[in-house]
């Protein structure tokens, strides 16, 4: 079924009461920039999201959340890209809470998700770009436990979370599945240099140093050397919610236009009026409908746990990513010179999808994955 | 099990039971399609036994109601039938302008007696029909058609010329636009229904850059319509016309469907920077097909925007369009012989070349993204 169920169109609307007059731009994005906070968002709006269970969307009813899935984090995540709102959301309550989901580091990390004053990081890059097979951070048996040594980077807030899940390699060698296992690292965790950078769109990522970093064995999430499956399932996870709110980050810009173009005057007329724009202005709403669909079917694919879920989060990411960089690019052309301002909202939505865009990899990682899993 | 597991499972069944293995391969153009009407010589035993089976079952228009010649099913168990269709690689039974355009217009528009003629006959593949909208001087701009239907007291008689009419030479009635009034452009027209057999009539088969005539030029001289052959009010047949395009739309736009995957799979070697074009390309596709499944629901559940099927009709035929150029591109040379078995009769390049039609034929995508911008995103002066 693609159409919203009763409950799911309440959270729908939640969500974009709660975040439109909450999470606005002037508020939280505009705000933490100017102020030069160093998370890059703030941990009271965190706290409203938990205030209202959102932060355990995707935590089961067993542990205290509201054991609800991709669809419905997809939901709260577009009323979050068209607002800007910069939050811990998707890598805490989307990405790593898929990813400690089961284990024991869940008892450890659902309540301080739940109460809104847990953050966690996902650390799995180690280049420019997502490659999670190439994992190459070392992680040797020490006694009973194990050391770590290498780099990460676009750990995003990794600056201000209190625990990081991390890609390491434990056997095998990079551009290998098996080998990889996930560890839970506190992020005052001895020997970790956390090197917290602003981005593009005043959102934060951290580069992590691992200088014979020692771990417990207890640190271990899942299983050791088959730390692909959690991982996967939180990138799956992670991409389909950035494809969400990437659709909704295509949907503010657009909407942010369209009202230009129908107050904005020259040569005595309203812009909106020349065909040369409508045209334009028509194919970008045909193609963020069409994201929008691919994003929330890749949303109910994983929830249902279909074979082709990761097909699709691929189909939707790459989408998503494309679309809404259209929506931003015509965006900006279509303000004219004001566009170019900062003090027009236009632009930060250009950042935001350049961000959003590289986050679970970019368009090209995931029309490459489709390929290969279309069989060529 | 929920009643839809309880659906699927039947459905599954039957389907492997009555579905013959002929009726299990690809259609390769609209030429191996079941079309029906009077004159319809079947293909195969297995094309004539498996509309038959489906006749049965209502299932050549599942969603229809049972008392029109449909199945009654409703949106989940129709949706169900298409996976479980498209699981073993079903042929749909029965290809026609009935099912796809005027059925819904009829369900809509039509007196019941029109309903339970008319419709029964479309669901049983009995009656073929084709569509007289475009005139040699009202293509995109549809509204200033002049085929004139003067009231004659017990007909109307219909002088004019239609063109682009569908399988106009094979089909046994026509739904055609006719100008009943000169008063107003939009509100003086009308929508008739009538035998391409009646006197007067006449076709003439247009031959496309594909090699293929799938349209005629049809002239009308005095043609004899008796009275209730009219669908809806006269003078109001543009109401029903626009309701029928957007089903036509709905149609077209699912030409863009499928695919996904089986091109770059299908290609061995592939080049690099192909293989790069056709993931990209799938990616549209895979999203689109996912765009066109949320589309039917909403459509379904009456939440679909009126004009969406514009869109949908402008993303399907552009997209279709792409996927025949990445064909081409894959084939090489290969993909250029015309008429060789080798190449299956050209195949590829007369699909090709007939993919360019798409995003004219029902609208052209300039039209789709004016309604678009007019009616969807209500933009100044569009």
């Given at each position: 079924?693609?159409?919203l169920?009763?409950d799911?169109?309440?959270?729908?609307?939640?969500?974009?009461?709660?975040?439109?007059?909450?999470?606005?731009?002037?508020?939280?994005?505009?705000?933490?920039?100017?102020?030069?906070?160093?998370?890059?968002?703030?941990?009271?709006?965190?706290?409203?999201?938990?205030?209202?269970?959102?932060?355990?969307?995707?935590?089961?009813?067993?542990?205290g959340?509201?054991?609800?899935?991709?669809?419905?984090?997809?939901?709260?995540?577009?009323?979050?890209?068209?607002?800007?709102?910069?939050?811990?959301?998707?890598?805490?309550?989307?990405?790593?809470?898929r990813?400690?989901?089961g284990?024991?580091?869940?008892?450890?990390?659902?309540?301080?998700?739940?109460?809104?004053?847990?953050?966690?990081?996902?650390?799995?890059?180690?280049?420019?770009?997502?490659?999670?097979?190439?994992?190459?951070?070392?992680a040797?048996?020490?006694?009973?436990?194990?050391?770590?040594?290498g780099?990460?980077?676009?750990?995003?807030?990794?600056?201000?979370?209190?625990?990081?899940?991390a890609?390491?390699?434990?056997?095998?060698?990079?551009?290998?599945?098996?080998?990889?296992?996930?560890?839970?690292?506190?992020?005052?965790?001895?020997?970790?240099?956390?090197?917290?950078?602003?981005?593009?769109?005043?959102?934060?990522?951290?580069?992590?140093?691992?200088?014979?970093?020692e771990?417990?064995?207890?640190?271990?999430?899942?299983?050791?050397?088959?730390?692909?499956?959690?991982?996967?399932?939180?990138?799956?996870?992670?991409?389909?919610?950035?494809?969400?709110?990437?659709?909704?980050?295509?949907?503010?810009?657009s909407a942010?236009?369209?009202?230009?173009?129908?107050?904005?005057?020259?040569?005595?007329k309203?812009?909106?009026?020349?065909?040369?724009?409508?045209?334009?202005?028509?194919?970008?709403?045909?193609?963020?409908?069409?994201?929008?669909?691919?994003?929330?079917?890749?949303?109910?694919?994983?929830?249902?746990?279909?074979?082709?879920?990761?097909?699709?989060?691929?189909?939707?990411?790459?989408?998503?990513?494309?679309?809404?960089?259209?929506?931003?690019?015509?965006?900006?052309?279509?303000?004219?010179g004001?566009?170019?301002?900062?003090?027009?909202?236009?632009?930060?939505?250009?950042?935001?999808?350049?961000?959003?865009?590289?986050?679970?990899?970019?368009?090209?990682?995931?029309?490459?994955?489709?390929?290969?899993?279309?069989?060529? | 099990?929920?009643?839809?597991?309880?659906?699927r499972?039947?459905?599954?069944?039957?389907?492997?039971?009555?579905?013959?293995?002929?009726?299990?391969?690809?259609?390769?153009?609209?030429?191996?399609?079941?079309?029906?009407?009077?004159?319809?010589?079947?293909?195969?035993?297995?094309?004539a036994?498996?509309?038959?089976?489906?006749?049965?079952?209502?299932?050549?228009?599942?969603d229809?109601?049972?008392?029109?010649?449909?199945?009654?099913?409703?949106?989940?168990?129709?949706?169900?039938l298409?996976?479980?269709?498209?699981r073993?690689?079903?042929?749909?039974?029965?290809?026609?302008?009935?099912?796809?355009?005027?059925?819904?217009?009829?369900?809509?528009?039509?007196?019941?007696?029109?309903?339970?003629?008319?419709?029964?006959?479309?669901?049983?593949?009995?009656?073929?029909?084709?569509?007289?909208?475009?005139?040699?001087?009202?293509?995109?701009?549809?509204?200033?058609?002049?085929?004139?239907?003067?009231d004659?007291?017990?007909?109307?008689?219909?002088?004019g010329?239609?063109?682009?009419?569908?399988?106009?030479?094979?089909?046994?009635?026509?739904?055609?636009?006719?100008?009943?009034?000169a008063?107003?452009?939009?509100?003086?027209?009308?929508?008739?229904?009538?035998?391409?057999?009646?006197?007067?009539?006449?076709?003439?088969?247009?031959?496309?850059?594909s090699?293929?005539?799938?349209?005629?030029e049809?002239?009308?001289?005095?043609?004899?319509?008796?009275k209730?052959?009219?669908?809806?009010?006269?003078?109001?047949?543009?109401?029903?016309?626009?309701?029928?395009?957007?089903?036509?739309?709905?149609?077209?736009?699912?030409?863009?469907?499928?695919?996904?995957?089986?091109?770059?799979a299908?290609?061995?070697?592939?080049?690099?920077?192909?293989?790069?074009?056709?993931?990209?390309?799938?990616?549209d596709?895979?999203?689109?097909?996912?765009?066109?499944?949320?589309?039917?629901?909403?459509?379904?559940?009456?939440e679909?925007?009126?004009?969406?099927?514009?869109?949908?009709k402008?993303?399907?035929?552009?997209?279709?369009?792409?996927?025949?150029?990445l064909?081409?591109?894959?084939?090489?040379?290969d993909?250029?012989?015309w008429?060789?078995?080798?190449?299956?009769?050209?195949?590829?390049?007369?699909?090709?070349?007939?993919?360019?039609?798409?995003?004219?034929?029902?609208?052209?995508?300039?039209?789709?993204?004016?309604?678009?911008?007019?009616?969807?995103?209500?933009?100044?002066?569009?």
């Amino acid at each position: 079924m693609s159409l919203l169920s009763d409950d799911q169109k309440m959270l729908q609307e939640t969500a974009a009461s709660f975040l439109a007059e909450e999470g606005s731009i002037a508020k939280q994005l505009r705000h933490w920039r100017d102020i030069a906070c160093k998370d890059g968002f703030g941990h009271g709006l965190w706290k409203q999201f938990a205030e209202l269970g959102l932060t355990g969307i995707c935590i089961p009813e067993s542990h205290g959340g509201l054991g609800l899935g991709a669809s419905e984090a997809a939901l709260v995540l577009e009323e979050i890209g068209r607002n800007l709102t910069p939050s811990p959301f998707l890598t805490t309550a989307v990405a790593a809470t898929r990813a400690i989901e089961g284990t024991a580091h869940a008892d450890r990390w659902f309540p301080g998700i739940l109460s809104g004053d847990a953050v966690l990081a996902l650390a799995v890059d180690e280049g420019p770009r997502q490659a999670p097979e190439g994992t190459a951070l070392d992680a040797k048996r020490q006694g009973n436990g194990f050391v770590l040594n290498g780099a990460k980077q676009f750990v995003v807030q990794g600056g201000s979370a209190d625990m990081i899940v991390a890609a390491a390699r434990t056997s095998g060698s990079p551009g290998e599945r098996d080998g990889i296992t996930l560890f839970a690292v506190p992020r005052n965790a001895v020997g970790l240099a956390v090197d917290s950078q602003a981005q593009v769109d005043s959102s934060k990522a951290a580069r992590l140093t691992f200088s014979n970093v020692e771990l417990d064995a207890d640190a271990v999430i899942g299983e050791v050397d088959g730390g692909w499956a959690p991982l996967s399932r939180a990138l799956d996870a992670g991409g389909a919610g950035a494809a969400a709110e990437l659709v909704g980050v295509a949907s503010g810009a657009s909407a942010m236009t369209l009202d230009y173009l129908r107050q904005r005057k020259q040569f005595g007329k309203l812009i909106g009026e020349f065909q040369a724009l409508q045209h334009r202005a028509a194919h970008l709403h045909s193609e963020i409908e069409i994201a929008r669909a691919a994003a929330f079917k890749a949303a109910q694919l994983l929830d249902s746990g279909n074979d082709d879920a990761a097909l699709f989060v691929s189909v939707a990411k790459a989408k998503a990513a494309d679309v809404a960089n259209l929506a931003v690019r015509e965006g900006v052309q279509m303000h004219g010179g004001i566009g170019m301002t900062d003090e027009h909202d236009i632009g930060l939505y250009m950042k935001r999808e350049a961000v959003l865009g590289e986050l679970f990899g970019d368009v090209y990682f995931h029309r490459n994955r489709v390929a290969e899993l279309s069989g060529y | 099990m929920t009643d839809l597991d309880t659906f699927r499972s039947d459905t599954r069944a039957w389907l492997e039971a009555n579905c013959p293995a002929e009726m299990r391969t690809p259609l390769r153009s609209e030429a191996d399609a079941c079309w029906g009407g009077r004159n319809w010589k079947f293909q195969s035993d297995a094309q004539a036994r498996w509309l038959e089976a489906m006749v049965g079952r209502g299932w050549t228009v599942p969603d229809w109601p049972r008392d029109y010649g449909g199945g009654g099913l409703s949106a989940d168990e129709t949706r169900v039938l298409k996976e479980e269709m498209t699981r073993i690689g079903a042929r749909p039974p029965l290809t026609s302008f009935g099912i796809s355009m005027l059925g819904p217009a009829l369900l809509k528009f039509g007196t019941e007696e029109q309903k339970k003629h008319y419709l029964g006959q479309i669901a049983r593949g009995e009656i073929r029909w084709c569509q007289g909208y475009s005139e040699p001087g009202a293509g995109s701009d549809l509204a200033g058609l002049q085929t004139k239907a003067e009231d004659k007291g017990d007909h109307w008689l219909v002088n004019g010329q239609k063109v682009w009419t569908s399988y106009a030479d094979k089909a046994d009635w026509i739904f055609c636009l006719v100008r009943t009034s000169a008063e107003s452009k939009q509100g003086g027209i009308s929508f008739l229904l009538f035998d391409m057999e009646t006197p007067g009539v006449s076709t003439k088969p247009i031959l496309l850059i594909s090699g293929s005539s799938p349209f005629c030029e049809t002239f009308f001289d005095d043609v004899k319509v008796p009275k209730d052959q009219i669908v809806g009010e006269v003078n109001k047949g543009w109401d029903v016309a626009k309701y029928l395009l957007g089903h036509e739309r709905e149609m077209i736009s699912g030409m863009g469907l499928g695919m996904g995957g089986s091109l770059g799979a299908s290609t061995k070697p592939l080049d690099p920077l192909l293989r790069a074009e056709i993931a990209a390309f799938d990616v549209d596709a895979l999203a689109f097909a996912a765009m066109s499944e949320r589309f039917a629901a909403m459509w379904k559940a009456g939440e679909a925007h009126p004009a969406s099927p514009s869109m949908m009709k402008y993303a399907g035929t552009e997209l279709n369009k792409r996927r025949n150029e990445l064909t081409m591109a894959a084939g090489g040379s290969d993909a250029l012989e015309w008429d060789s078995e080798r190449g299956k009769s050209g195949a590829t390049p007369r699909s090709w070349l007939r993919s360019k039609g798409n995003s004219i034929e029902g609208g052209t995508s300039e039209i789709q993204l004016n309604i678009v911008a007019k009616h969807i995103l209500k933009l100044p002066g569009a």
